[in-house]
């Protein structure tokens, strides 16, 4: 049983296209984790999201903007992509906000062309 | 704000030979520590964390991390390393009073050879 899901798993796309990545999570988290790691592997948080409130909301453009229509889901849709979009996100949950241990999804590969 | 450094980008290191990865951190308040690992195509996964307590924390795979408050550092250990270990390894800091953001660190390339 998978417990973070994201799909798709890759996305290739044309820039100026809009598109969704989805993420579902099975454990019964009330927090959730949008980030994004660039080709140098580096981590950065996004968005967070804890029982549909948005409680983290990094510097990113307004393209990006996550939603979340119950604890179990959250979803980024990016609007206009740009060459630099290109990535890995990764969802990710915690059992609280405060719950120290966050769990990955699989991540999906974004190339924008 | 908290910060972390992962002070080596790359460690290659032959199967059945310690390791050490390191990582300091800073913080103006006090903090919770992790070690996560990336398969190749996979997320994260938590490998080890330090809320409080003993510093000596002991995680999964055989690793095991040592916090050291005065020197600001939270590295990596492994006593004899496989094949299978080889994989990106990542410091993350979050202060354990006020927003809940985790910084992780820009991660290590563990590299075993046979």
């Known amino acids: 049983d998978t417990a973070v899901s994201q799909t798709p798993k890759y996305l290739v796309t044309q820039m100026g296209n809009d598109k969704s990545i989805k993420c579902e999570q099975n454990?019964?988290?009330?927090?959730m984790y949008w980030y994004k790691q660039d080709s140098k592997k580096f981590l950065k948080i996004m968005f967070s999201y804890n029982n549909k409130e948005l409680i983290i909301n990094e510097t990113v453009p307004n393209r990006f903007s996550p939603k979340s229509p119950d604890k179990a889901h959250l979803n980024l849709h990016i609007n206009s992509l740009e060459l630099g979009d290109s990535a890995v996100y990764f969802c990710?949950?915690?059992?609280?906000?405060?719950?120290?241990?966050?769990?990955f999804g699989p991540g999906t590969r974004l190339l924008v062309l | 704000a908290q910060s972390v450094t992962q002070l080596d980008s790359q460690v290659p290191v032959f199967e059945e030979a310690p390791v050490e990865l390191r990582c300091n951190y800073s913080?103006?308040?006090?903090?919770?520590l992790f070690w996560y690992v990336q398969y190749p195509n996979q997320g994260l996964q938590l490998l080890l964390k330090y809320l409080s307590g003993s510093t000596l924390v002991k995680g999964i795979n055989g690793f095991e991390a040592e916090f050291n408050k005065s020197q600001t550092s939270f590295h990596l250990r492994k006593p004899s390393v496989h094949i299978s270990d080889t994989a990106e390894y990542f410091c993350a800091v979050r202060g354990n009073t006020g927003g809940f953001k985790t910084i992780f660190g820009a991660g290590t390339r563990l590299f075993v050879k046979a």
């Open positions: 454990l019964g988290h009330d927090t």
């Open positions: 990710a949950s915690s059992l609280m906000a405060q719950q120290e241990t966050q769990y």
């Open positions: 913080s103006s308040v006090s903090v919770y």
